[in-house]
């Protein structure tokens, strides 16, 4: 599978709370902060989900 960089780069404030925790399993929850993950259909799920707040590049 391939990596991905995930940035947070939008607040969660005003979120619902689905999208809050999302962001939390995705190891993120501060602006600017970056994990790198492999990319599979479930983390690909979970991006899809939140991707308005997230950049993601190849890692």
């Given amino acids: 599978m ?3 960089k995930i940035t947070q780069v ?3 404030i005003g979120r619902p709370e689905v999208q809050k925790r999302t962001i939390a399993a ?6 600017n902060r970056t ?10 799920g979970m991006i899809n989900k939140v991707k308005h707040l997230l950049v993601i590049e190849q890692a």
């Fill in 35 to 44: 994990v790198e993950k492999e990319l599979n259909p479930a983390m690909q």
């Fill in 2 to 4: 391939a990596k991905v």
């Fill in 10 to 12: 939008r607040s969660t």
């Fill in 26 to 31: 995705l190891g993120l929850g501060k602006l």
